[in-house]
């Protein structure tokens, strides 16, 4: 049989409904193929329970874009869905779906579909989605793996949480150092099974210790009778599993890697990262600062329950509570000054929202420097000085601004003199907060993308509203 008649073949395939109905043919689409009319045809088609019309529109989609669709859904809809059609659910649609509903998904499938999905994987996307499972699906996923598979996975549970060990796929492309171009051709060409994707063959040791490793591209590109190490790449690295993945995928990031060895205590080669999982870490770690800053839980997502949405921002908003009633209190002690110049009550909203706008910003550089390692021991120093002088020049700048407003407005001359004064004091120590806060406690410890706002917040209200306030009472009563 041809090529071209496989494909055929193929194609008829795919244009037969579960039970042998025949399917009406998909029109073609771009990748990114979830648009509202083809949500709204699958869920029309599910409330006809139109199987042929849920595969047909099914068909053309891209496993993320199922897994985005039974993410838009609603809890009600996303049953109907899996209890009509459950085929076009496989193991690249659980690995792309939300923790929270993946769990969902898995529970409503038959067992023997899951089990189906789970085989299909590698082991590292199989760890992956049983690290969020309870005891119960864990085990029967584990079971209906292949033995060898099983082995890998259990061994790669083993491995701390969030470590290399547990990001890694334990399929690997490994040949003795000292073959030849031409007998790891004949290598790769004659084995049983291989990764679906790998980009190195490593080089191992007789004690199956990672060496080196050579791109498949340069081996192919090479004569048979070419030693490989002749042909490994300068941009050779190894991690231990017990590694942090955050560390790994800035390894990824900062030397442009595409896989990297993952070894065991002793050396030995256990794994593999690649680079699209490393790049799945930077983007959840990236999430999870921009979170993290708005003080809500870092495991939020649009499918939370109500209540639990509440109680993962009860915390902050009361932290946030303290540092407003701070500032209160701050303000409670020129109460005679506000009530004999009410223009004073006027401004101190505009000081307060510029200090704290400047503040987030600095805070914003900073979190997101030190999470790329930019920020070091070494440049903390030229960076806070950076930041001030930042903070003074603007303050300056709308200082004269207010005070020009501030002079239209009330008709009173040091008053606009007061509050440009303040204007400046505020932003200066808006963006000295901003960036010396995260450093201490980075320095302690401390995750600064999740203290680091209330803190900033409060030292930018009791800055801003004191020099205002406390300029105001000196210069003007």
């Not at 996303?78 to 459950?86: K, N, S, T």
Request: glycine share 6%; hydrophobic share 50%.
């Amino acid at each position: 049989m041809t090529d071209t008649e496989r494909l055929d073949d193929t194609a008829e395939e795919a244009r037969i409904a579960p039970g042998g109905a025949p399917v009406p043919e998909a029109e073609d689409t771009s990748l990114d193929g979830l648009d509202r009319d083809r949500i709204e045809r699958i869920l029309d088609a599910v409330e006809a329970k139109d199987v042929a019309a849920v595969a047909a529109a099914f068909a053309p989609l891209h496993p993320a874009d199922i897994a985005d669709l039974l993410e838009q859904i609603s809890t009600g809809q996303r049953r109907a869905l899996l209890a009509l059609y459950v085929d076009g659910i496989d193991g690249e649609v659980l690995s792309e779906l939300d923790e929270g509903i993946r769990e969902e998904v898995i529970e409503a499938l038959p067992r023997e579909v899951l089990a189906e999905a789970m085989r299909e994987l590698d082991t590292d996307d199989v760890v992956d989605i049983l690290e969020d499972l309870e005891e119960p699906e864990q085990a029967f996923i584990l079971e209906s793996l292949e033995s060898d598979d099983r082995a890998a996975v259990e061994s790669s549970l083993s491995w701390p949480e969030y470590s290399a060990g547990r990001l890694m796929q334990s399929e690997t492309v490994a040949v003795p150092q000292d073959w030849t171009v031409g007998q790891a051709i004949d290598h790769l060409r004659s084995a049983d099974w291989l990764p679906d994707q790998f980009y190195h063959v490593i080089l191992v040791d007789e004690r199956h210790r990672p060496t080196g490793y050579c791109t498949l591209g340069r081996i192919l590109a090479s004569r048979r009778d070419v030693p490989l190490t002749q042909l490994t790449e300068d941009s050779f690295l190894t991690v231990e599993a017990t590694e942090d993945e955050g560390e790994v995928a800035h390894l990824f990031n900062k030397y442009h890697l595409i896989s990297m060895p993952v070894v065991d205590p002793a050396g030995r080669l256990v794994g593999v990262i690649t680079i699209d999982d490393a790049m799945t870490v930077l983007d959840e770690e990236a999430e999870e600062d921009i979170l993290r800053l708005a003080g809500v839980n870092e495991e939020s997502s649009l499918s939370d329950r109500i209540l639990d949405t509440a109680k993962g921002r009860f915390v902050w908003l009361f932290v946030n509570l303290l540092t407003a009633i701070l500032a209160s209190v701050v303000i409670a002690q020129f109460a005679d000054a506000i009530d004999a110049l009410v223009a004073l009550a006027v401004l101190m909203p505009i000081v307060a929202s510029m200090g704290g706008n400047a503040g987030t910003q600095s805070m914003t550089v900073a979190v997101r420097a030190l999470a790329t390692r930019e920020l070091t021991g070494q440049n903390t120093r030229r960076v806070v000085w950076r930041e001030l002088v930042v903070g003074v020049i603007n303050g300056l700048a709308f200082g004269l601004i207010m005070a020009g407003v501030a002079a239209v407005w009330f008709g009173v001359p040091m008053l606009a003199v007061v509050i440009a004064l303040a204007m400046v004091a505020t932003l200066a120590s808006a963006a000295l907060s901003g960036i010396v806060l995260p450093v201490m406690l980075d320095k302690l410890g401390i995750d600064p993308a999740l203290a680091s706002g209330p803190f900033v917040t409060t030292v930018t209200d009791v800055v801003g509203f004191f020099a205002f306030l406390g300029l105001a009472s000196v210069m003007l009563l």
